[in-house]
């Protein structure tokens, strides 16, 4: 009875944590996907994406970033991989930080290469916007503009 009234009190906390955007336990899978994206003055574009075995599996590591690959299964977050495009903010002489807007930069994403899941998303953590990315990814797709932010 008190195992259920425990869990019953606890129900809301973990609804509240997926609200808040905790990310989950991380994944650890020896096969990665590598989401290769750029950022061309405000616009997202996923350029390619690539497949590879490590030599031992890697485990999701968890870092701080205005963006996010983020993967759910019937709505439930599976994993998040957070990350910055580079060169995009920048510290200005007060201390703080001058977003660059008319950047143009690319980067490589890690992302494990589960057999989880059913739906995956690129986020911007400053607004509104998601875009779809393929799940499970074409091996050696290439597009110019898979992802396009506008």
Same mark, same amino acid.
């Given at each position: 009875?008190?195992?259920?009234?425990?869990?019953?009190?606890?129900?809301?906390?973990?609804?509240?944590?997926?609200?808040?955007?905790?990310?989950?336990?991380?994944?650890?899978?020896?096969?990665?996907?590598?989401?290769?994206?750029?950022?061309?003055?405000?616009?997202?574009?996923?350029?390619?994406?690539?497949?590879?075995?490590?030599?031992?599996?890697?485990?999701?590591p968890?870092?701080?970033?205005?963006f996010a690959?983020?993967?759910?299964? /019937?709505?439930? @977050? *599976?994993?998040?991989?957070?990350?910055?495009?580079?060169? !995009?903010a920048? $510290?200005?002489?007060? +201390?703080?930080?001058?977003?660059?807007?008319?950047?143009?930069?690319?980067?490589?994403?890690?992302?494990?290469?589960?057999?989880?899941?059913? /739906?995956?998303? @690129? *986020?911007?953590?400053?607004?509104?916007?998601?875009?779809? !990315?393929?799940? $499970?990814?074409?091996? +050696?797709?290439?597009?110019?503009?898979?992802?396009?932010?506008r």
């Open positions: 009875m008190r195992r259920a009234l425990f869990l019953l009190l606890l129900m809301p906390a973990l609804a509240l944590a997926q609200v808040a955007g905790h990310d989950p336990a991380p994944l650890t899978e020896r096969a990665q996907w590598i989401f290769d994206l750029r950022w061309d003055r405000g616009d997202v574009y996923l350029v390619a994406v690539h497949k590879i075995d490590m030599p031992t599996p890697m485990t999701t968890r870092v701080l970033g205005r690959i983020e993967l759910t299964e /019937k709505g439930v @977050l *599976v994993e998040r991989v957070r990350f910055d495009f580079p060169g !995009l920048v $510290p200005d002489e007060d +201390g703080g930080i001058r977003m660059t807007a008319r950047l143009r930069t690319r980067i490589g994403v890690f992302f494990p290469a589960t057999t989880r899941g059913d /739906k995956l998303e @690129l *986020v911007d953590k400053t607004s509104p916007q998601h875009w779809a !990315l393929p799940w $499970p990814p074409q091996v +050696g797709a290439t597009t110019d503009a898979g992802v396009d932010a």
